[in-house]
């Protein structure tokens, strides 16, 4: 169970970051063309206002279609149609016009020519792979031919639909460990001690209730684990205990921790070694919205400085082992859960920030590349060629598969090893 929540936690991330792209995109009248719960073909879908809204049939997130990314060009139409025009080779005349009026710029021409095409398929015998895949071409011409195209807008409109993904992803970061902040973090059991057991070593050599454990044979104790730890690596052998008694600090002992048997699951018996002290119980800490909200702030900007430094250690050539994938990402989000509410949405928050950071990488076909890409068209005045765009793609898709694999392997590495 806490496998399938993990994996809709992170299904949902997918989707919200989709969905900022998808809102952005109206807001500035670039109207996306479908936008779907979980990725097509659709389980259910209608078209509303022009756009076609869906729920898919494979359950990762959500997508979204904006229209026309890439400037049309003469050779656009060429792959997809050529099973129709082999099945019709008639269809070829009413093509030669619209490669025509692409070579030479005349856009609203071609998208008129466009539309014969369209009535020419309509009427073509064809089987239905290659009626697809032709509807699927003239689709996408006609999106890039029409006004509200993606490569037409403003490079600012542009950088904000794209940015909006990644935004998206930020402010959700920042509100779950507001959240988290506010309902509450829990402290786990302080060095203060509650109990002394009565015959035990601890009595024996004066520790007190109220005492607050600072050092065990000499090595400082932060939490009650690492009190544990240094009791249990004397294996019996005499250890002083330093504690903090109102304003005084006071080293006791040294005495020998008793040594018990206690039972396992699997029938077989461990050795303990024990003090007899029993800690406070952990605390709950809680903030205010206002402070909460300031602490997410504050750590959100830590852990974006900490993966910044993790990704500049593994251009260097180390960090490899700091890298997880989606396996080791579900993992990592249920073994919170199995902790507690505030945990996982805290491990959620994070997963939300690096999504966020990973697609501002300025490598196609991530969010990053594209927002290079425009400022760079921005630059020159005109758009850059689609093939161009493929070409830095292939890179960018090398690259992230690269990032995948490495992290695959060392999740496997992790999981084998536990």
Do not use: C
């Not at 015959?199 to 009650?224: L, N, P, Q, Y």
């Amino acid at each position: 169970m806490n496998i399938f929540v993990a994996i809709v936690g992170l299904a949902f991330l997918i989707l919200i970051h989709e969905l900022g792209h998808f809102l952005v995109a109206l807001a500035v009248r670039m109207r996306p063309r479908r936008f779907y719960v979980f990725f097509p073909p659709p389980l259910v879908k209608r078209v509303r206002n022009g756009i076609e809204y869906g729920i898919g049939t494979i359950p990762l997130g959500g997508y979204v279609k904006i229209p026309g990314m890439h400037k049309p060009a003469a050779g656009d139409l060429e792959s997809q149609l050529r099973a129709a025009v082999e099945e019709a080779p008639w269809l070829e005349r009413h093509l030669e016009p619209v490669r025509s009026h692409l070579a030479e710029g005349r856009l609203a021409d071609a998208r008129t020519a466009l539309a014969e095409v369209r009535e020419a398929v309509e009427r073509a015998e064809l089987s239905e792979p290659a009626r697809k895949s032709a509807e699927r071409a003239l689709t996408d011409v006609d999106d890039g031919l029409s006004p509200d195209a993606y490569w037409r807008a403003p490079a600012w409109k542009r950088i904000a639909v794209i940015f909006a993904g990644p935004a998206t992803n930020l402010l959700f970061a920042v509100a779950l460990l507001a959240a988290v902040f506010v309902i509450g973090i829990p402290v786990g059991a302080t060095t203060t001690v509650d109990k002394v057991s009565e015959g035990s070593t601890a009595a024996a050599i004066g520790v007190r209730s109220g005492d607050v454990v600072v050092a065990v044979d000499g090595r400082r104790t932060r939490t009650f684990d690492a009190v544990r730890r240094q009791i249990e690596a004397s294996r019996g052998r005499p250890i002083t205990v330093a504690v903090r008694r109102g304003d005084e600090r006071v080293v006791l002992g040294p005495g020998r921790a008793r040594v018990e048997e206690r039972p396992l699951p699997n029938g077989e018996t461990e050795r303990v070694y024990i003090l007899g002290i029993r800690p406070e119980p952990e605390r709950i800490e809680r903030s205010g919205p206002v402070e909460a909200t300031s602490l997410a702030v504050e750590q959100t900007w830590l852990v974006t400085k900490a993966i910044g430094a993790a990704v500049g250690r593994l251009v260097t050539g180390s960090g490899r082992e700091e890298v997880s994938s989606p396996v080791g990402i579900v993992q990592a989000s249920s073994e919170a859960l199995e902790i507690g509410i505030s945990y996982y949405l805290g491990i959620l928050a994070l997963i939300s920030l690096s999504l966020a950071l990973l697609n501002l990488l300025p490598l196609l076909p991530l969010d990053g590349g594209h927002i290079a890409f425009s400022i760079l068209e921005r630059l020159r005045g005109r758009p850059i060629p689609r093939e161009a765009y493929e070409r830095v793609s292939a890179v960018g898709i090398a690259l992230v598969l690269f990032l995948f694999f490495i992290g695959l392997t060392n999740d496997i590495s992790r999981l084998s090893s536990g």
